[in-house]
């Protein structure tokens, strides 16, 4: 109980969650600090704590200096503001799915604002611009060097384009569900279970998931529309995780399978998503909860 007394010492907590940044590990327990501010009532003290703790992460651990420019600061807001955005709205509206939805579209804008500065960026655009970053013109000689580089910067590209931002919202949603648990464990025991079992996407995000596919497939070179679709992807592919995580207890299934989804999902990732997407699609028009209660 000592924690919990620190977390809700509004003068302790603040300090705390910057401090605990410094430490690389920690980075996570500073975030989630201020998240569970935000979930309190201090949401004052968790913007504040998040915005911090974001700032620092991101621009004094990798050794960058902020000069104040517009992509400068729609990179803080879209680690800041979907993190805060879903803590707070889950403390006034009590929706998991509301508040993923609501993270997932402030990201979204971000990216648009993003596209909107700086223009079309395209993979090979973006390709070049690695290499000359991480070379910087030394170039191997022989054939192998060569196909080595290729795979790597290509690779390098990929993650930079998809892989990222779906990152940066997993980490957001992780904290999130971290603060949540502590809460719940607090203040609600077996509660957040009860939340995350029920977590349901709305039909409406059928149109976002649409249209973003279609715009990746007609410019599949543009950065923004790959990343669209890939926070889409990913949103999705949550509430597909929460419905098995439902299925397997409803089914009293042991923690051994849990276990064994969790690895098969990390090691078969690129056929695990887009199913678990499909699943949660399925589950929001069709409430495949209530179907299989009904079976």
């Known amino acids: 109980m000592k924690l919990q ?3 809700e010492n ?3 907590s603040l300090p705390i969650s910057i401090a605990l940044v410094f430490v690389p590990l920690l980075n996570w327990i500073g975030l989630t600090w201020a998240v569970f501010a935000t979930l309190r009532q201090n949401t004052y003290l968790g913007l504040l ?3 911090l703790v974001g700032f620092v ?3 004094f651990f990798n050794n960058l200096r902020f000069n104040g420019e517009a992509g400068e600061w729609i990179a ?3 680690f800041v503001a979907p993190l805060w955005i879903m803590a707070y709205s889950l403390r006034v509206f009590r929706s998991l799915s509301l508040s993923l939805q609501l993270g997932f579209f402030t990201l979204a804008v971000c990216a648009l604002l993003n596209y909107g500065i700086y223009g079309v960026v395209t993979y090979d655009e973006l390709y070049q611009y690695m290499s000359q970053r991480i070379f910087s013109g030394e170039l191997p000689t022989n054939a192998l060097g060569q196909t080595i580089q290729q795979i790597y910067l290509e690779t390098m590209t990929t993650t930079m384009i998809v892989a990222w931002p779906m990152m940066i919202f997993l980490l957001q949603v992780l904290l999130l569900i971290l603060a949540r648990y502590l809460q719940s464990r607090w203040y609600n025991p077996g509660g957040f279970q009860i939340e995350f079992h029920q977590l349901r996407l709305s039909r409406f995000m059928a149109i976002p ?3 973003s596919f ?3 497939v007609a410019a599949p070179q543009m950065q923004v529309s790959i990343q669209l679709a890939g926070l889409c992807l990913f949103l999705y592919s949550i509430a597909g995780i929460a419905w098995v995580h439902w299925y397997m207890n409803f089914k009293l299934l042991g923690t051994a399978w849990i276990v064994l989804f969790y690895v098969v999902l990390f090691v078969l990732s690129a056929w695990a998503l887009p199913l678990l997407g499909i699943i949660a699609l399925v589950d929001s028009y069709f409430d495949l909860r209530t179907r299989t209660r009904g079976r």
């Open 76 to 78: 803080l807001f879209a």
């Open 214 to 216: 279609i715009w990746a």
């Open 209 to 211: 998931l649409l249209l």
């Open 5 to 7: 007394r620190i977390a």
């Open 10 to 12: 509004y003068y302790l």
């Open 49 to 51: 704590s998040i915005g």
């Open 57 to 59: 992460n991101f621009y």
